[in-house]
């Protein structure tokens, strides 16, 4: 076993001290210690944040940088029971505004029940044509639409908005031929 001898005292009168320290303990503590320190030490440096990497600001400030203005979206607003109402907003500046009136086309295909919006649809395939921004065939790039709905809308309900938003198609150029593919990449948004 592990000990430190203190050794014994000096001079005549003086009753001699000898004791052992037990050195185990002490030893389990320092190696306990240790390895907090390290793992502390590896996961802080884990937890930082590059600062270089993405910092706001143009990347030289001494070069004007030129402005890009935000593309045009399309917000689909599909809380209102009666009428969906399409904004083409650019930032956070609304462009237009349609209200377009709701009325469900419902069918039963097999045993699922199916929900379209036709009107919708040849509204959105017409905003686009007047005022989508990706038309070109070259151009590989979507027009955005985003569909805003509540918590408690149903899926089937949902799924025939982004059929609609769907039906509008566009020419694209991939390698040698031309294809039509949807005008719009769709993101969903619930409030």
Excluded: C
């Amino acid at each position: 076993m592990g000990g430190v001898d203190v050794g014994g005292g000096g001079g005549g009168k003086r009753k001699t001290v000898d004791s052992e320290i037990n050195m185990i303990p002490m030893i389990d503590l320092l190696m306990v210690t240790i390895s907090f320190l390290l793992i502390t030490a590896v996961w802080s440096h884990m937890s930082r944040i590059n600062a270089d990497a993405q910092v706001p600001g143009p990347p030289r400030p001494d070069v004007e940088q030129e402005k890009t203005e935000p593309e045009k979206q399309l917000h689909i607003m599909m809380q209102a029971e009666d009428k969906f109402v399409l904004m083409w907003k650019q930032g956070n500046t609304t462009v237009d505004s349609i209200d377009v009136p709701r009325k469900d086309v419902v069918s039963q295909q097999g045993s699922v029940e199916v929900v379209r919006f036709p009107d919708l649809a040849d509204k959105v395939e017409s905003e686009w044509k007047a005022k989508g921004q990706h038309s070109n065939p070259t151009d590989h790039k979507l027009d955005q639409a985003i569909l805003h709905t509540d918590n408690k809308t149903e899926f089937k309900y949902i799924i025939g908005v982004i059929d609609a938003v769907y039906k509008a198609h566009r020419d694209m150029q991939i390698g040698p031929k031309t294809e039509k593919l949807p005008a719009f990449n769709i993101t969903f948004a619930v409030n």
